[in-house]
């Protein structure tokens, strides 16, 4: 590793499993890392280090942690990793804090949160998307814990090959593509597929195709969304029905994030993921029932289980 990589400081803004994970790698890597995130963590990383458990090692990982946007200050590379319905509100938090060439990594689900960031810090400030694929979930305060994958594929900036050199060299793959946008939304199709499925019944991916009728209805909701796509302009690569038959065979025991959410009463991302498809749907002239129909189903039982 050179002197330069390992002197590399970064902030991790909304450490939930996602940015704990590759925080930890990060870190283990040798560079300085910053994790931003509620107190309960906070303070379990600030008394045993980062708890990080996969299929093949559970160990503590040592690193800062805070709760305050104010520790981004100093950071070259900053991963936010928020829920997509707070994007807004965190690049507000970190905009007095973040270095002038500081490079905005946005490690989140749906298609368009580098816009959105990009609205509130302006365009001098660099933020570039990046397209996330890696099961995990918290099993509790600092603690995270690891299922599969964990690649990443970040949309070109003037500082993206630096960051993905260096998160290369810390074991997290990554690769620059200027075709970021087509794979954000393959990302969104597949999370359309399953994850309000998973959440409404909470039950794994590998379980849900095992049902009659869901690997028909899945294809319905993939069909919605691949509509909205070329509606939009937007080229998929690869052969995105592969991709989504793949998540339930690589995956099967995975809950959704949006599964995880649901089960403990939190607001979930689902305005971001079909609801996205239901309005792009309805501004380009497309049907969307079948994602429509989630889209309601998640709102319902979320505000039911915010009454309980």
């Known amino acids: 590793m050179t002197a330069a990589a390992a002197r590399l400081r970064v902030a991790v803004m909304g450490a939930g499993a996602v940015g704990c994970y590759f925080g930890a790698l990060l870190a283990r890597a040798g560079h300085a890392v910053t994790l931003i995130a509620r107190p309960a963590h906070v303070q379990a990383i600030a008394e045993h280090g980062l708890r990080l458990q996969t299929a093949t090692e559970d160990s503590y990982v040592p690193l800062a942690a805070s709760t305050e946007a104010s520790a ?18 965190a690049a507000r938090q970190l905009q007095p804090h973040l270095a002038p060439g500081a490079l905005v990594l946005t490690l989140q689900n749906g298609v368009d949160n580098d816009e959105r960031v990009r609205a509130v810090l302006g365009p001098a400030q660099p933020v570039a998307a990046a397209v996330v694929y890696v099961a995990t979930a918290m099993a509790g305060p600092g603690h995270v814990r690891h299922f599969g994958r964990g690649e990443l594929v970040i949309a070109p900036s003037p500082a993206s090959e630096r960051a993905a050199r260096e998160l290369g060299e810390a074991g997290i793959p990554t690769r ?35 049902q009659p009728g869901c690997t028909e209805v899945i294809a319905d909701l993939v069909a919605e969304c691949l509509a909205v796509a070329r509606a939009d302009g937007v080229q998929l690569p690869g052969d995105i029905h592969a991709a989504v038959r793949a998540i339930a065979e690589t995956m099967p025991g995975q809950r959704s994030s949006t599964a995880q959410d649901l089960a403990l009463a939190k607001p979930t991302e689902i ?19 079948a994602n429509r129909a989630l889209l309601v189903l998640v709102r319902m039982a979320e505000a039911a289980r915010m009454q309980a």
């Open 72 to 89: 981004a200050q100093g950071a070259e590379l900053v991963l936010l990793c928020v829920k997509s319905t707070a994007t807004e509100d």
């Open 176 to 210: 620059v593509s200027g075709e970021v946008r087509g794979e954000l939304w393959a990302k969104l199709v597949i999370n359309c597929a399953y994850n309000a499925l998973s959440a409404l019944v909470q039950q794994p991916y590998g379980w849900l195709v095992q």
């Open 271 to 289: 305005e971001h993921l079909n609801g996205y498809v239901v309005r792009r749907g309805a501004a380009l002239d497309v049907a969307t029932p």
